[in-house]
Structure formats: C-alpha cells, structure tokens
C-alpha cells in the first residue's frame, strides 16, 4: 500500500465565495492535508473554483469529486486538465463519475449504460492526451472498480462503508490509489451525532447507486429507509470524540485506503467551512 493521505471533502469550497474557499485552503495545505476534494457541478463546464484553488494554494492537491461525464464534455474536461497541469504540475486530478439517474434524466438526458458512457470518455481522453495517471473514477461495483483500476490512477468511492474499501482494495490490487471519501460528526451525543448524519444520508440513500451497493453487502430495506437504521448510520458515519471519529477513519487505512478524503457534517450548512474540525483532525490524524 502506497503512503497514508489525509484528505478533505467539502461542498463548502463550491457553495462559498473564492477569497474564503482559497484562505481555507491556505490552512488545510498548512495543516498538512494532502488534497481537496469537492463537487465538479452539473454544467458545461468545469467550475474555475478549481483553478482558483491551486493558484491560491503551493502544494495541496486539488480534484473534482466528482466531475459528471453526462454533463461536461471529455474534451472540455480534457483542456482544463492539461491546463492546470502545465501550471501546476501534478497537483490537479480529474476526478469522473457516471452520477445518478435522477440528476442526468432531470436535464433531458436519457441515462443509459453509464459504464459504456465512461469507457467512452476514456477513449476521448486517452485521443486528448489525458493520461491515465491524470484521473480517477468515482467506482462503487466490481465492474466499475475494474476499469478504474485498469483505466485511470484508481478509485474515489463515495458513501460507503470501510467493508467496501477492502473490496476495492481487492479488485484494484497493490498498485492504484484507492481514495474513499468518508462523513464525519464530532458529536458525542448519539442523538445528535445521528440526526446530523441523517441530514447527509436520507438523500443518499434515496439513489440506487448507492443503496445496490450496500445491499450487496448484506444491508437490509430495513437499513436503508428512513435515513438509515442506527447499525448502518454508525458504519458509514464515524462520530463521536475527535479520537472516536479519527478511530473509524482508521478502519478505512487498515481495509486498503491510500488515501481518505473526510467530509465533516455541520448540519447541512455549506456555506460554513468546520475549520475547528479539521484542526482537530488534523491533529489526530496527521
């Protein structure tokens, strides 16, 4: 396994003004976080946030968790990325994902065969000259796992618990960046720990991605209704002490995880940076 990464993700560094995003990432770089990872939107293009970010920044890494292949074209996806590597050698990921059907279908885009539609992409971005290196896949399933091992620099799974990470590490062997994002809720009252997760995992929960890939791994429809049973909230969202919290982070690093990239829940709010959190973690972790 290659060295440990602790990462960010966070829809603050999308959902805020630039002078804020880029002053938190001054910080995180300063605490020794080794990527931010965030939203590439569902427009056209690929958000300048980005851009911004590294040009604010010397050395964290930046990457799009995830960029829709529905929405943003692979040769626009292409410049941008050739871009910010020209500019910022090797601090810029193209992260891809073939999203949900409820997103690409509420343009007008009939979402059919999303694993076709990526090898697509792929295609165009290996014309482009986009080396595999250069990207990595939001892979959940076995098939998708395969051709981000085979295709990109690994895998960005997202919402899932650290029995997927060993999976992953299984499919993607020895060699590829398996990078999973993991919530988090410094909150030692299980009441409220429970209730802030469940502001982040009732809407989850509601896309089939996400729960076909937990039922393969035995979680019930009893699990997965109402924002989720209490067994299944605690296995994907590590809460409690900053010790607590970093401990279930750590079940993640002993299943196969290079690298995670930790997203703190404050209640549903992303406009407000957890900047104490991420301090504490920092401290803990790094």
Known sequence: MAQRHVSVWQ???????????????VELERLGYSRIWFSGGFEEQIPPRFREIL???????????????????????????????????GRFLLGLGASHAV????NGTAYRKPYSKMVDYLDALDAAGIPPE?????????????????????AHPYFVPA?????????????????????????????AARATARQYTTMYLAM?????????????????????SDRLVDALIPWGTVEQVAAGIEKHYQAGADEVAIQVLNGGDATAFPADAFRALAAALI
């Open 103 to 106: 997103v690409v279908e509420g």
């Open 208 to 228: 089939p991605n996400y729960t076909n890939n937990l039922r393969r791994f035995g979680w019930t429809d009893d699990d997965l209704a109402d924002g989720g």
């Open 163 to 191: 029995e997927h990470t060993a999976e992953a590490r299984q499919t993607l062997g020895t060699g590829p960046l398996l990078a999973p994002e993991v919530a988090v809720v410094l909150e030692q009252d299980a009441t």
């Open 55 to 89: 040009d604010g920044t010397e050395r964290i890494g930046v990457a799009p968790g995830i960029l829709s292949i529905w929405h943003t074209a692979p040769a626009d996806a292409a410049a941008f990325t050739a871009e910010a590597q020209r500019v910022h050698p």
């Open 11 to 25: 829809p603050f560094f999308l959902a805020s003004d630039s002078s804020a995003a880029v002053d938190a990432a």
């Open 134 to 154: 250069q990207r990595i896949l939001a892979a959940l399933g076995p098939r998708m796992m395969g051709l981000s091992r085979d295709r990109s620099a690994g």
